[in-house]
């Protein structure tokens, strides 16, 4: 039985018509699922037993469970329990602008970057739509509070886990469901290229962002092993071609690593990488672990860093720390919960 929290508007549309029902009560239901939140096709008011009953027989409203959740200030991090007993963490992140989510798009991840622990297990499975969906309802549920933001840069690669993240998208996204602005989501990707081509053709106004880190081909090889298969050169031209063809503006990510990706020689060489394109340089203080030894650049070397793309005319902030104290923060997730399990 297929869970709604699958279901994008126009596929209950479809479902409604192909059973004899009329379209405007496909659309009653979806607002009833999203503006309502109901948990059972028996809460509906406006709509018939027999309708109610074949909805029951076709779909199951089965949730994902929060089992833990951890506060520091300004941050929530969400353990879940999924159907088969599998755990996925979000992190809600309070702004002076509004209530972010970081969801995650996958059990593990197998991008195997060096400096990220969520995929040092690496992947068991791509989650479903609804358990994208219902990171968001149920937190929302547990804060009484509207998530204004979603980020697709919790556990996982977004693109894949391509198809159930686009219906995500347009669940959150469709004025009768979730209803949250496309330019208030924003994906990251390490660049899987077919992807990103794929992307710029679906007609959306949601914010891309790439996790970048290097430069170059060689430090980029050794930082994340997807650049074997996507180049740098060859990704920098698909996110040109995405810009010519969206007209959006592009960030791209840089987590900061001491004597690693900080010198000056890199920042020069990334200026030059990335001058003339429509876009953004978010660097991300790395965040320590056990593991990999690395170490965050120093906040001075971060700041010259920065200051060298500014001489260079590069549009560049430097993201401020979230999470990091509750293992909360960018390549933290699914870290201490398996070391727990």
């Known amino acids: 039985m297929n869970n709604i929290y699958n279901i994008t508007r126009e596929e209950l549309e479809e479902f409604f018509i192909n059973n004899n029902e009329k379209r405007f009560r496909a659309i009653q239901t979806f607002e009833w699922?999203?503006?309502?939140?109901?948990?059972?096709?028996?809460?509906?008011?406006?709509?018939?037993?027999?309708?109610?009953?074949?909805?029951?027989?076709?779909?199951?409203?089965?949730?994902?469970?929060?089992i833990k959740i951890e506060k520091s200030k300004e941050v929530n991090k969400y353990l879940f329990e999924l159907e088969d007993g599998n755990n996925i963490e979000s992190v809600l992140m309070f702004h002076d602008y509004g209530i972010s989510l970081c969801i995650s798009t996958q059990v593990?991840?197998?991008?195997?970057?060096?400096?990220?622990?969520?995929?040092?297990?690496?992947?068991?499975r791509n989650l479903y739509t609804y358990e994208m969906v219902q990171q968001i309802l149920e937190i929302e549920k547990d804060i009484d509070k509207r998530i204004t933001h979603v980020v697709l840069?919790?556990?996982?690669?977004?693109?894949?886990?391509?198809?159930?993240?686009?219906?995500f998208i347009r669940i959150i996204n469709d004025p009768k469901?979730?209803?949250?602005g496309a330019r208030h989501i924003t994906l990251s990707?390490?660049?899987?290229?077919?992807?990103?081509?794929?992307?710029?053709?679906?007609?959306?106004q949601v914010n891309l962002a790439i996790s970048l880190h290097a430069p170059n081909d060689e430090l980029r090889n050794k930082l994340m092993p997807i650049n074997k298969v996507y180049p740098i050169k060859e990704l920098i031209e698909s996110i040109k071609e995405y810009i010519n063809k969206t007209n959006r503006r592009v960030t791209f990510e840089y987590v900061m690593i001491k004597?690693?990706?900080?010198?000056?020689?890199?920042?020069?060489?990334?200026?030059?990488?990335?001058?003339?394109?429509n876009c953004y340089v978010n660097l991300i203080p790395y965040n320590d672990n056990n593991y990999d030894g690395y170490?965050?650049?120093?906040?001075?070397?971060?700041?010259s860093f920065y200051d060298i793309l500014k001489c260079e005319e590069i549009n560049v902030t430097i993201r401020k720390k979230f999470g990091d104290t509750i293992t909360a923060a960018c390549g933290q997730l699914?870290?201490?919960?398996?070391?727990e399990l």
């Not at 840069?153 to 219906?167: A, C, H, L, Q, T």
């Open 334 to 339: 699914r870290s201490k919960n398996m070391e």
């Open 177 to 180: 469901g979730i209803e949250i």
């Open 153 to 167: 840069m919790g556990i996982g690669e977004p693109f894949d886990n391509y198809d159930n993240v686009m219906k």
């Open 295 to 303: 170490e965050s650049s120093s906040d001075c070397e971060i700041m």
């Open 108 to 124: 593990g991840c197998s991008m195997g970057c060096s400096f990220c622990e969520s995929g040092r297990y690496g992947k068991t």
């Open 259 to 277: 004597g690693i990706n900080d010198t000056k020689e890199c920042a020069l060489e990334l200026s030059k990488l990335i001058k003339g394109i």
């Open 33 to 66: 699922i999203y503006k309502k939140r109901i948990k059972s096709f028996e809460e509906i008011g406006n709509i018939s037993k027999n309708t109610i009953e074949k909805l029951s027989n076709n779909f199951s409203f089965y949730t994902i469970k929060i």
């Open 189 to 204: 990707t390490c660049g899987i290229i077919p992807k990103i081509k794929d992307f710029g053709n679906e007609g959306l």
